[in-house]
């Protein structure tokens, strides 16, 4: 093999990953050049034959707690002095520390992921063990609204980046001890906890194996963006739709749950997903339940028609102005005509370059501070369109057309989904461009195929619309309906239990 | 990869399968034609179309219409002549009202029609009016820098409102000539010097596709009743104590006819006249209603004697009366369906007429 084929070729896990004998020495050789690694001599109620050495690294473990947990009861406590010596690891495993917990460790490997997790270990002289005491910090941000999601009826808490305090917000809501929480370690670097969530009992037990399976078979460096699961995770990473939807309000989540999906929660990653993912769940919000069912309703037709909008007015205006003028109403079409005129580009070019002026401005108002991002949105659409269109170099016309494209495109609850939207109008706006309607017609041909053979973990993407007749369905996709109507969970997703109310 | 060449090659399928793609064109380089004029010419025919007022641009002031006109040996001839007329393209997608001259008329005009069903652009859902004691293309250059679209397009918004003369599309019309042999079509008039308004004269009636005469006055009123138009008029009548006006808000006339053996022997016609009260001074009493009534049964009556008098002296039943009545006796329709014409001209005709007073 060659040198550049070795250095290429994928390596093995190395288990345990920091192999040899536990000791001080080897702890210290473990942690040389970390200068946030710390130890501390004590000795045991002042008696300088009896040292304890107390490690830790400093900004994972919390200073009060190892004082007062560990540190003050070592060099105050009489008992510690006097006991013979055989007993002391004894003594402090069982209650002569005040920690709430305390752990025998013999392997070197498992102490070092400890004290990187905020614990310390304690050594005593003459001894190959280490007892673990979890003194972590819990400094994290604080459970605030959702940003993505706002709530106008409902609760106000969102995900954070911690990931016990996600799964204590959905504890806190399903209090049934069939809420099951497993956890997994990926990323060979960042070594992420992550979490598999699930209603025993409800949830599908083939999806939950292969949601562990897949994040088990996941050998990356780190977990530092959710892209870095979700494209591991997902049957075609290749397509633009979102296939795990997410969520970053613990009432949704919850919902989902109980629905019969599994949830997943990465550690730093404030959202957590629902599994399997079908395209109707990016159509609904976490108000959907919250308002009137005819509301709801309403509302979800919008929400589905807007995203027909946002996908075909550009390549239908095209398509209608370029290749088949006549199936526009004369009115219109007179409209047209005196706003075209004095317009020195071709409608294609019009709408092609306007959609994509459109993507700049959103780009650039996203990537800039809230109040310069709202003075180039004003300043780009506004000021820059209003002087397109009086010096005629944009037709009236494509501008509203492209916005009306755009601003329905907004209406979408998932940002992911919007995204394979805007993408796909691109697509069909240049089909349009080629073929007029006929190109329009196979685009959406294409794109309904290419829907069609999606799949998330063995559940069709198309699945409120195209289960096959064995399946039982679920409740109409489009509308909402009274929720003591609403019976059954939906079958496509392989609940163990499809009544959800008496 | 291999998908997406498979899904390629199905979309060259497919196009292969629908001809070629259509051909893109610039709307703003359009001149869309809204009405359409058709003479007889000297070997041919003479085409004449207007666009209507077109806007120069969105802050600009309004261009005079666009008057093209043509004359060739064929209608497709005269139409790409037109083409080459203008600085823009013509587009013959929004021709929604169709004149025909009444030469061309008498002519007959199935070929028209023909050109208009069958052309890529055009189609049957222009308004079709015959124009009468002038010529289609002087209809069309009547209304001026304004067009004459606007003029008949309020003709037949008021129509559909039962204010003005029925309208038919040029579909319709096809669809008689084809179905019952004659139709109907409303009739314009040029009224005034040079800036002449378009004013109904009428419906000019078609035996096979040909003009076989003009119905006008009463008569024009009759037929409309017969064809269950909204028929909306005004009638005013002289009471003994009062004068009335009433308003006719709908009508509808149903034919029956009967045979002796096999042979058609009276065609009865009902026609069931709605009418309001829309001036008077005093309230009027039951005996009052009852000669408000019988007068306006009497002038309904004369209406419809007349116009079938004088359809019956054409042979044509562009009402469709006996299509109508024959669903009654299928099997004896269908032996007298073929003379019809002929049997219309002579069959009695009875006719009864109710007016209901809201």
């Known amino acids: 093999m060659s040198r550049q084929s070795e250095a290429n070729a994928p390596h093995p896990r190395q288990e345990p990953r920091i192999p040899g004998p536990l000791s001080l020495a080897r702890l210290e050789e473990v942690f040389s050049d970390c200068v946030d690694f710390s130890k501390r001599e004590v000795y045991l109620h002042g008696d300088a034959n009896r040292k304890a050495v107390v490690c830790y690294v400093d900004g994972q473990a919390r200073s009060e707690r190892l004082n007062d947990y560990v540190l003050r009861p070592l060099a105050q406590d009489p008992m510690l002095a006097t006991a013979p010596e055989s007993q002391l690891f004894d003594l402090m495993e069982r209650g002569a520390l005040y920690a709430h917990g305390a752990n025998r460790e013999t392997e070197l490997d498992k102490v070092v992921f400890a004290l990187i997790g905020g614990s310390c270990a304690l050594f005593l002289e003459g001894r190959d063990d280490a007892l673990i005491f979890p003194v972590a910090t819990e400094e994290k941000r604080s459970v605030g609204e959702p940003e993505n999601e706002p709530a106008l009826k409902g609760a106000r808490d969102s995900f954070v980046e911690s990931l016990r305090t996600n799964t204590s917000l959905i504890r806190r809501r399903l209090r049934a001890p069939e809420l099951k929480i497993r956890e997994h370690i990926v990323g060979r670097q960042s070594l992420t906890p992550v979490d598999v969530l699930w209603l025993d009992g409800i949830a599908d037990p083939d999806t939950v194996a292969q949601l562990e399976r897949r994040l088990e078979a996941i050998d990356i460096d780190g977990v530092e963006a959710a892209g870095n699961l979700e494209e591991y995770l997902v049957d075609a990473a290749r397509s633009p739709f979102p296939l795990m939807p997410y969520t970053q309000r613990p009432d949704r989540f919850c919902q989902g749950l109980l629905e019969g999906r599994v949830g997943l929660f990465a550690d730093g990653i404030p959202l957590g997903w629902l599994l399997p993912g079908t395209i109707d769940q990016f159509f609904k919000t976490g108000q959907d339940r919250a308002y009137h069912w005819l509301v709801a309703s309403a509302l979800s037709v919008i929400r589905w028609m807007c995203c027909l909008i946002t996908l075909l007015v550009p390549g239908l205006y095209i398509a209608l102005v370029t290749f088949h003028p006549e199936a526009i109403p004369p009115k219109l079409a007179l409209s047209i005509v005196a706003a075209k005129r004095e317009v020195p580009f071709s409608t294609i070019f019009e709408v092609l370059i306007m959609l994509l002026a459109f993507e700049v401005i959103q780009e650039a108002g996203l990537r800039l501070p809230g109040p310069i991002g709202a003075t180039v949105s004003i300043l780009g659409g506004l000021v820059v369109g209003n002087a397109a269109v009086d010096a005629h170099i944009v037709s009236p016309a494509v501008l509203i057309a492209v916005a009306i494209a755009g601003v329905a495109g907004y209406t979408q609850p998932s940002q992911d989904f919007g995204n394979a939207l805007r993408l796909w109008r691109f697509l069909l706006a240049i089909l349009a461009s080629l073929g007029g309607l006929t190109g329009l017609a196979l685009g959406c041909a294409a794109l309904i195929y290419h829907l069609a053979e999606l799949e998330s973990f063995g559940v069709p993407y198309l699945a409120p619309f195209t289960t096959g007749t064995r399946v039982p369905r679920g409740h109409p996709s489009l509308f909402r309906l009274p929720l003591p109507d609403m019976k059954w969970r939906d079958g496509p997703i392989k609940t163990q239990n499809r009544r959800n109310q008496r | 990869m291999k998908k997406g060449c498979i899904l390629l090659l199905a979309a060259c399928l497919l196009l292969a399968g629908c001809g070629q793609l259509p051909s893109a064109r610039e709307m703003g380089d359009m001149a869309l034609l809204r009405t359409m004029g058709i003479d007889v010419a000297p070997g041919g025919v003479t085409v004449t179309g207007s666009t209507g007022p077109r806007a120069k641009g969105i802050q600009a002031e309004d261009e005079p219409a666009l008057v093209l006109s043509a004359a060739r040996e064929s209608l497709s001839g005269a139409c790409l002549a037109m083409q080459g007329q203008s600085d823009s393209y013509v587009f013959f997608g929004y021709v929604d009202q169709l004149l025909i001259g009444g030469e061309l008329a008498e002519q007959g005009i199935r070929p028209v029609l023909d050109y208009f069903a069958r052309d890529v652009e055009l189609g049957l859902g222009a308004q079709l009016w015959l124009v009468q004691g002038a010529a289609a293309g002087e209809a069309v250059a009547a209304g001026g820098d304004e067009g004459v679209d606007s003029r008949l397009e309020t003709l037949r918004n008021d129509s559909e409102m039962g204010i003005a ?194």
């Open chain 2, 165 to 358: 003369a029925l309208t038919r599309t040029a579909g319709e019309v096809y669809t008689d000539l084809l179905e019952l042999g004659s139709s109907f079509v409303p009739a314009l008039s040029p009224v005034g010097d040079e800036t002449a308004v378009l004013t109904e004269r009428g419906y000019g009636i078609l035996r096979g596709d040909a003009l076989a005469g003009f119905l006008e006055g009463e008569a024009a009123k009759g037929l409309e009743l017969l064809a269950g138009g909204p028929a909306a008029d005004i009638l005013v009548e002289e009471l003994s104590d009062q004068k009335v006006s009433v308003k006719i808000t709908s009508a509808h006339t149903q034919s029956r006819l009967e045979f002796q053996g096999d042979t058609p022997f009276v065609l009865k016609l009902t026609c069931k006249v709605e009418a309001r009260l829309s001036e008077y001074r005093r309230r009027l009493e039951q005996e009052g209603l009852e000669q408000l009534k019988a007068g306006l049964e009497a002038r309904e009556q004369a209406r419809l004697a007349l116009a079938m008098e004088q359809l019956q002296a054409l042979g044509t039943d562009c009402a469709g009366l006996g299509a109508k009545a024959g669903m009654f006796h299928p099997a004896k329709w269908q032996a007298v369906r073929e003379d019809w014409p002929e049997w219309f001209g002579r069959v009695p005709v009875e006719i009864q007429v109710e007016v209901k007073i809201l």
